[in-house]
C-alpha cells in the first residue's frame, strides 16, 4: 500500500486501465470538481479499500480478477500508529501550502486520505470498547505500556482532528471521515475525564494525618489544656505524613505515589492537546476540592459553618469550634495548601497558581470570615483566651500561606486577614478592660464568712495569671489596636507597655475594692485577717507566674508584702494586745501587797477573753499554711511568756486546791495548744477552749 497517494486528478492517465467499479477522483473532471463536489465524498476512503492504487499490471490484480484470494496482512493498532505518524507530516504540510490557497484562484488543492487512517481510528474505537466494557477502569493507567499506547493514541486522533479542520480541501471533500474521528476524540476524551476523575479520587495512598506544635498548650488552664489536646497528634504509622520542619524537604501531602502523578500529568497534557484542558481543569478542581474538605474533616474535624452559625452558636459550641479552626488553620498553612499547590503545578505545568487558587482561595476566605465572626459576637471574659489563639494563629501562620498565592490575590488577603486581626485585637481590649468594669461595680454587701479570699480575688487574678502568659500578644495587640478613650486619665508611665499601664490599673481597682469591703466587717481584726488573705493570696499568684511577676515586678512586691506586715501588727494589736493588758501588773497589789480579789478577778477576765477569742477565731480561715503558721507563731511569741511570767509571779498567791483550779484556768501549754486551733473555719457551736490540761 502507497502511503502518500497522489492526487488523482494529477495522474488519471495512469489509472485509465483501472475497473470501472472503482470510484475514483480520476474519473471526474475538472469542473466536477468545481460543481459537483457532493461526490468527492464517495472518495472518502473510510470502508472502501478500492481507494489504494495499484498498477493494473499487477499479479494480485490478476489474481483477484480470476478469483483467487489475495494473503490478508493482519493490520494492528500499533503498525498503524506507524503509517498514521508518517502520514501527519504530509498532511501538515499539504495545509501549509494549501492555507492561502482559494477556490477564486481555481485552485482546488485536494488531498485524499489512505485507508488506513479510517482503520485506524476504527481499531482505536474498539480499544476503547473494550475499556468500557466493564472491565475494572483503573487498570490500565498501572501498566507503562498500556498507558502510552492508549495515550500515544489519543494524541494521534486529536492532532489528525486538529489537521483536518484546519485543512481546506479535508474540511470540503472528507466530511464523513471528520465526522468520524470527531466523534472517537470526543468518547477517548470523555473517557479520559472519567478515568482522571477515579485515578484522581481513589489513588490517594493516604490522606494525611499531621503533627502540629500547638505552642499554646502549655499555657492553657487544666479546661483549656484539654481542649488543646487534640491539636497536636503524634503519628507512629510510618505512612502517615508530618509537617516538614523546613521549606527544603519534600511535602508529601497529599499522598499521590509517583507514578500516579505521573499519569495524571499526561492525561492532562493530551486532553489540553485535544482542546478538551478545559474539562479536565474542572474535573480536577471538583475533585481536589472534595478531597481536601474530606481530609480537613477527618483528620482536623473542619467543617465549614457561615458567619451566622457563627454568631448564633452558643459559647459551649463556639469554644469546641476555635481549636478546630486554630488547627486547620495551621495544617492548611503549613502543609494542605503547599500540597495542594505542588500537586496542581505538577499535573498542569505552567497553571501559574490558577488551579491551586481557585482550589484553596474560597477556604481561605472562610477562614477568616470564621476569625472576624468570633470577634462580632457578644463579648465576655471567658472569651478572651480563646480571641488570642485565633489572633496568634492569623499572626504566625498566615505568612506562610500569603507566600502561597499570587501577588493579585495577596492583597485581598491581607486585607481579609488585616481587618480580622483588627477586629480580634479590639474585641480582646475590650473584654481586657471589662474586667475593670466588673472590679468597678462589684459592690456586694456580705462579707465572705471567716475573712477567707474574696473570689472576685481569686476570679481577677486567676484572669490575671492566665492573661499574663498571652503577655507579648497583650502589648501586641494593645499597641496596635488599642482604640480607648482615655484622654482624661493618667498618661501611661515612662517604661511602661499599655498592656502593663492597663494591668497596673486593674490591681489598684481590686485593692481599692478589697479595702472598701473590709469595712463590712465589725470586727477590725477580721477585717485585717481579711485583708491579709487576699494580700497574701494576690502577692502569692504573681510570684507563682513568671509572666505575671515580670509584669508587677520586684517593687511592687515588696510594697505588697509590706502592707501585709502592717495587717498582721494591726490585727495582734487589736486582737491580743488587749488580753495583753490582763497580764500586767497595774491595780494588783496596794501598799506592797497583793490585792487578791483585783487578782482573782484580773484572772477571770482573762480566762473569759480568751476564751472568746478562741471560739470567734477558730471560725475565721486562713487557708495558706504559711500565713497561718506565721499568724499561730507571733500570737504564741506574744502570749506564752507573759502568761507564763504572770503565773511566775501571780499564781503563788492563790489558795492550792479549789481556788486555784477556779481561777487559773489554763496552763500555758494549754494556751499554746489553744493557739494552734486558732483559723480553722471551724464553725460547729461547740468550738470551746477546750485543752487537755497539763501537769
Known amino acids: 500500500m502507497e502511503k502518500n497517494d497522489k492526487d488523482p486528478d494529477h495522474d488519471d492517465k495512469s489509472k485509465g486501465d483501472e475497473k470501472g467499479e472503482v470510484v475514483s477522483d480520476a474519473h471526474l473532471s475538472d469542473d466536477a470538481h468545481q460543481d459537483g463536489s457532493n461526490n468527492k465524498d464517495n472518495v472518502d476512503v473510510v470502508g472502501n479499500a478500492e481507494t489504494d492504487h495499484q498498477d493494473p499490471g499487477d499479479d494480485n490484480v490478476d489474481k483477484v480478477s480470476q478469483g483467487e484470494e489475495a494473503p490478508e496482512i493482519r493490520q494492528t493498532l500499533e503498525s498503524l500508529s506507524e503509517e498514521l505518524d508518517q502520514f501527519l507530516p504530509t498532511l501538515s504540510l499539504h495545509m501549509e501550502e494549501h492555507k492561502d490557497c482559494t477556490e477564486e484562484k481555481g485552485e482546488d488543492g485536494y488531498f485524499q486520505i489512505p485507508q488506513f487512517v479510517g482503520k485506524f481510528l476504527d481499531l482505536f474505537e474498539e480499544k476503547l470498547s473494550k475499556y468500557d466494557s466493564g472491565e475494572p477502569k483503573t487498570v490500565w493507567y498501572q501498566d507503562p505500556e498500556e498507558v502510552s499506547s492508549l495515550l500515544e493514541a489519543v494524541d494521534r486522533v486529536s492532532k489528525l482532528m486538529g489537521l483536518l479542520l484546519n485543512t481546506k480541501s479535508c474540511l470540503d471533500h472528507h466530511e464523513s471521515l471528520i465526522n468520524h474521528a470527531g466523534s472517537i476524540q470526543q468518547r477517548a476524551m470523555a473517557f479520559l475525564e472519567d478515568e482522571f476523575r477515579i485515578i484522581l479520587e481513589e489513588s490517594v495512598t493516604k490522606e494525611s494525618v499531621v503533627v502540629t506544635d500547638d505552642s499554646n498548650s502549655q499555657r492553657r488552664s487544666t479546661a483549656d489544656q484539654q481542649d488543646h489536646q487534640n491539636d497536636a497528634v503524634v503519628s507512629q504509622d510510618q505512612d502517615q505524613m508530618l509537617v516538614p520542619e523546613c521549606g527544603d524537604q519534600e511535602i508529601e501531602y497529599p499522598g499521590y505515589p509517583e507514578d500516579v502523578v505521573v499519569v495524571l500529568t499526561k492525561i492532562a497534557e493530551k486532553m489540553k492537546a485535544g482542546g478538551y484542558g478545559w474539562e479536565c481543569r474542572e474535573v480536577y478542581l471538583v475533585g481536589r476540592r472534595n478531597i481536601l474538605m474530606r481530609t480537613l474533616k477527618q483528620d482536623c474535624e473542619f467543617e465549614k459553618v457561615s458567619i451566622d452559625e457563627v454568631q448564633k452558636m452558643s459559647w459551649d459550641t463556639l469554644e469546641r469550634e476555635i481549636p478546630i479552626w486554630n488547627k486547620t488553620f495551621k495544617d492548611c498553612s503549613s502543609l494542605f495548601f503547599p500540597g495542594e499547590l505542588k500537586l496542581a503545578e505538577r499535573i498542569f505545568p505552567g497553571d501559574e497558581g490558577s488551579l491551586f487558587c481557585i482550589v484553596t482561595h474560597g477556604l481561605a476566605i472562610q477562614f477568616l470570615g470564621f476569625a472576624e465572626a468570633v470577634a462580632m459576637t457578644r463579648r465576655s471574659t471567658e472569651k478572651l483566651f480563646k480571641i488570642l489563639d485565633i489572633y496568634e494563629t492569623l499572626r504566625d501562620s498566615f505568612p506562610a500561606m500569603e507566600e502561597l498565592f499570587p501577588e493579585e490575590l ?203 477569742i478562741h471560739k470567734t477565731q477558730t471560725t475565721w480561715v486562713v487557708n495558706d499554711e504559711q500565713l497561718q503558721s506565721e499568724l499561730r507563731v507571733s500570737i504564741t511569741a506574744v502570749m506564752i511568756p507573759a502568761y507564763r511570767a504572770f503565773m511566775a509571779r501571780f499564781g503563788q498567791y492563790l489558795d492550792p486546791g479549789r481556788q486555784t483550779e477556779k481561777y487559773v484556768k489554763y496552763q500555758p501549754e494549754d494556751i499554746e495548744d489553744l493557739i494552734d486551733q486558732l483559723f480553722e473555719g471551724n464553725t460547729s457551736s461547740s468550738s470551746t477552749a477546750t485543752a487537755r490540761r497539763r501537769t
Not at 468594669?437 to 481569686?458: E, F, N, Q, W, Y
Request: hydrophobic share 30%.
Open 410 to 612: 495577596r492583597g485581598e488577603l491581607r486585607n481579609e486577614v488585616t481587618s480580622a486581626r483588627s477586629r480580634l485585637g479590639e474585641t480582646a481590649i475590650h473584654i481586657f478592660c471589662d474586667l475593670e468594669h466588673s472590679i468597678k461595680s462589684d459592690s456586694s454587701k456580705t462579707p465572705v464568712p471567716g475573712g477567707a479570699v474574696h473570689p472576685l480575688t481569686r476570679y481577677t487574678m486567676n484572669y490575671l495569671k492566665y492573661s499574663c502568659e498571652y503577655k507579648d500578644t497583650l502589648e501586641q495587640v494593645f499597641k496596635s489596636h488599642s482604640k480607648m478613650e482615655r484622654e482624661e486619665e493618667e498618661p501611661v508611665e515612662s517604661g511602661n507597655s499599655a498592656f502593663a499601664s492597663q494591668l497596673m490599673r486593674i490591681m489598684e481597682l481590686l485593692d481599692g475594692n478589697l479595702e472598701t469591703k473590709s469595712k463590712q466587717y465589725k470586727d477590725i481584726p477580721l477585717s485585717c485577717i481579711f485583708m491579709m488573705n487576699n494580700g497574701r493570696y494576690i502577692v502569692q499568684k504573681i510570684k507563682g507566674s513568671a509572666e505575671i511577676h515580670e509584669v508587677m515586678g520586684d517593687t511592687w512586691c515588696r510594697r505588697r508584702s509590706s502592707e501585709l506586715r502592717n495587717y498582721h501588727k494591726n490585727y495582734q494589736r487589736e486582737t491580743w494586745g488587749k488580753l495583753l493588758g490582763f497580764l500586767g501588773h497595774e491595780g494588783l497589789m496596794h501598799n506592797g501587797k497583793i490585792v487578791k480579789p483585783n487578782l482573782k478577778e484580773r484572772f477571770k477576765s482573762f480566762n473569759a477573753t480568751f476564751d472568746e
